[in-house]
């Protein structure tokens, strides 16, 4: 860095990988004049100090920002004892509530507002016995790019990566009027009229919204139809990896949809895409099986040759390696489900969800690859 003042300030960057020993040597024989200093140009307003590459921000720019269509939004839930307060079984208690605590693993929260210090409850209230989903994403993640997920539930704040907090932004709102329960949608009015008008929609207040055939209208763009497309953008490959400078440091923003037949095949992939995240209509055959008869205890988990091996005799038949690596944020869920459970014994109800588990893991990449397809030719 130039401490000459009639000049602008230099600063210069340098990356050493490896063992703390290896530096160690590394500094121990290079002076600073040796080092492969490559200078960076911090720009405002975040001024980083590691190479980024950011030649496509005002492409991406052009989108709209999740956080700016759900304006209202929460961290997940924090218990910071989570060793009595969350379970596999359910609480004898009145504030016992079902709880997404990792990807496809859900457990049971004694949600006493006086025990759990973080519960996010001005926000988690409206999963309570609501019919509701929200959308899950981190706002600066240290994982990858591609931390998204849902929820119909309360929500933990370490859902999608054991690193970085998710935010949970739910698609309705529920608020009482005259004495009545009243569901709104969760997005910012004005934004909401520019998407629909952008597409020749007719924005949607109101669930049961029918549109005139001859109305010079396209159709009606229905909150959860916008959900699904965006949820459908999120897992759409290229559209991670042209923008993963940008998805790591902020919330995502969305291409805006123009061409109301792409967006309808995008939406309908979002609505297989949530279905399958919400476990939704499965198969009842999901062609994972599990062969052996023994103890169904997990005393390890090892993938080999399409098998996921609980113990030295049982295993699941007929899980591609694809399935057994695939990410979520920052947990491989055919992994972290099972390592959550070493030592344990399961039953037919987890040997059952297992299975499902692998085949909605299965179907995502499927879905994720025929969304690339439908998106390659969008204009960002």
Known sequence: ????????????????????????????????????????????????????DFALQKEYEKGFSTDELLIVRTVGVATYDDKNL???????????????????????????????????????????????????????????????????????????????????????????????????????????????????????????????????????????????????????????????EFLKIDFPRIPYPTKWEKFRDLAEKGEELRKLHLMEDIPSKTGITFPVAGSLQVDCYRWQDNRVYINSEQYFEGVPESAWNFYIGGYQPAQKWLKDRKGMTLCFEDVKHYGNIIYVLQQTEQIMQEIDGIMNDITY
């Open 86 to 244: 969350v379970s596999d079984k359910p609480y004898d208690t009145q504030y016992n509530q079902s709880y997404l605590y990792r990807p496809f693993d859900l457990k049971w929260i004694n949600y006493d507002l006086q025990k759990v210090s973080r519960h996010r409850y001005d926000v988690m209230r409206h999963f309570i016995g609501k019919n509701n989903i929200g959308l899950i994403c981190i706002r600066n993640n240290r994982d990858n790019n591609d931390t998204y997920f849902l929820t119909d539930r309360l929500a933990d704040k370490t859902v999608i990566s054991p690193k970085d907090n998710a935010s949970v932004f739910p698609l309705y709102l529920y608020k009482e009027n005259m004495g009545e329960e009243e569901r709104i949608v969760n997005f910012n009015k004005d934004l909401y009229d520019s998407i629909a008008k952008g597409l020749n929609y007719l924005p949607c207040y109101d669930d049961n919204m029918l549109i005139d055939p001859t109305s010079e209208y396209n159709g009606v763009l229905y909150p959860q139809d916008l959900f699904d497309y965006i949820y459908a953008a999120l897992h759409c490959p290229s559209y991670r990896e042209r923008y993963k």
């Open 1 to 52: 860095m130039s401490n000459d003042k009639s000049h602008n300030c230099q600063v210069f960057h340098f990356d050493l990988y490896g063992t703390r020993e290896e530096k160690y040597e590394y500094l121990k024989n290079h002076s600073l004049s040796e080092v492969d200093w490559k200078e960076l140009k911090p720009e405002a307003p975040r001024y980083f100090f590691v190479n980024k």
